[in-house]
């Protein structure tokens, strides 16, 4: 009997385990993979928004998709308006980057700094992607007019105010004054922000999309006087 309550004794106890490789710990992710997983989330729901609408996507999908628990998720975007108001955010602040990349090559006067904005604006507004981060704006802001509002400030009014600044700079270094350089600086912006439903442009005609800003640009350097 000793001998067999020794064996039962022993089959029953845990085996020991090795402890000679190692075995890693669950913790926080490194800076690095917590913005991987960051930019994972943003462009699938972006993918997202713009292939179904935002009534259609669901937090879930857009975990599933990321490979990331909902937590994790939710952790960064508490809830669906607050994850688009992100994808808009970070899709406009994609295009400010890309629009930047040549502006050390902006001329030094006025006309020639317009132009390069002009035309900047103007093949922006043929670009599938605006067009359809502007549509899926426009079919939310009856009921998040807040999503709406995002769009304004990180889209429309930056450009506003980048014009703005160029208009002042340039009235101080011509000795020009500019008395309404925000309403100027709107005239260009709207005249150019829907060039493929005013004039029926497509992406392939960037050429045209040029000659019409450089035009705009003209006309309005053609008053400044009143401006």
């Known amino acids: 009997m000793p001998a067999r309550a020794a064996t039962a004794r022993a089959a029953s106890a845990k085996p020991a385990v090795a402890t000679s490789g190692h075995v890693p710990r669950r913790g926080r992710p490194s800076a690095d993979r917590a913005e991987a997983i960051d930019r994972a989330i943003i462009a699938v729901a972006r993918h997202r928004f ?5 009534d259609n996507v669901s937090m879930e999908q857009v ?3 990321a490979r990331v ?24 602040a994609g295009w400010s980057e890309e629009a930047g990349r040549n502006d050390a090559l902006l001329p030094k006067d006025l006309a020639g700094r317009l132009r390069y904005h002009a035309r900047t604006i103007a093949r922006s507004s043929l670009r599938d ?3 359809a981060t502007r549509r899926l704006i426009v079919s939310t802001s009856h009921r998040f007019p807040q999503l709406s509002a995002a769009m304004h400030e990180t889209g429309y009014r930056f450009i506003v105010d980048l014009l703005i600044g160029e208009i002042e700079a340039a009235a101080v270094r011509d000795g020009i004054p500019a008395r309404d350089p925000e309403n100027v600086a709107k005239l260009l912006v709207n005249a150019l922000s829907d060039l493929h439903i005013q ?4 992406p392939e005609q960037g050429d045209a999309a040029d000659r019409f800003a450089d035009r705009v640009v003209d006309l309005i350097m053609a008053g400044r006087a009143a401006w």
């Open 50 to 54: 713009f292939a179904d609408g935002f």
């Open 63 to 65: 975990a599933a998709d």
């Open 69 to 92: 628990s909902k937590g994790t998720l939710y952790a960064r975007h508490p809830s669906k308006e607050s994850l688009f108001k992100a994808v808009i955010n970070a899709t406009v």
């Open 129 to 131: 992607d605006v067009q």
């Open 199 to 202: 004039e029926g442009l497509t």
